[in-house]
């Protein structure tokens, strides 16, 4: 059974830093694809980063240059840093799992079956 836990979601100022984890069990992050996606209230789920087999990492424009996602592997684990925070990065954050995908298909949300419970993050102005 696939089990995907997120934490480190917080509360920040504009400008700060959080670190996001994703702590998997039933599937191994260093042979799946992996990803964060995020979701506003009132909004729709939009993918942040995803990373692939190789460790190819994939991100959406808006947070390209500000946000890294890796995974350590022997801990079975998928972060997300997220750094020069705006309050426009404020949402519930989501970890996701599929066996494989092509890279042009990382940022898809649809083609993950794996899903955490989500983490909450803030960031006020």
């Known amino acids: 059974q696939v089990q995907l836990v997120e934490s480190g979601g917080g509360s920040v100022q504009a400008g700060g830093s959080l670190r996001l984890s994703c702590a998997a069990s039933?599937?191994?992050?260093?042979?799946?694809?992996m990803g964060w996606f995020r979701q506003a209230p009132g909004k729709e789920r939009e993918a942040v980063a995803a990373i692939d087999g190789d460790d190819t990492p994939s991100y959406a424009d808006s947070v390209k240059g500000r946000f890294d996602i890796s995974r350590d592997n022997a801990k079975n684990t998928l972060y997300l840093e997220m750094t020069r925070l705006k309050p426009e990065d404020s949402a519930m954050y989501y970890c996701a799992a599929e066996r494989f995908l092509e890279w042009w298909l990382l940022l898809r949300g649809s083609k993950y079956n794996h899903w955490g419970q989500g983490t909450q993050v803030t960031v006020s102005s």
């Open positions: 039933g599937v191994s992050v260093s042979s799946y694809s």
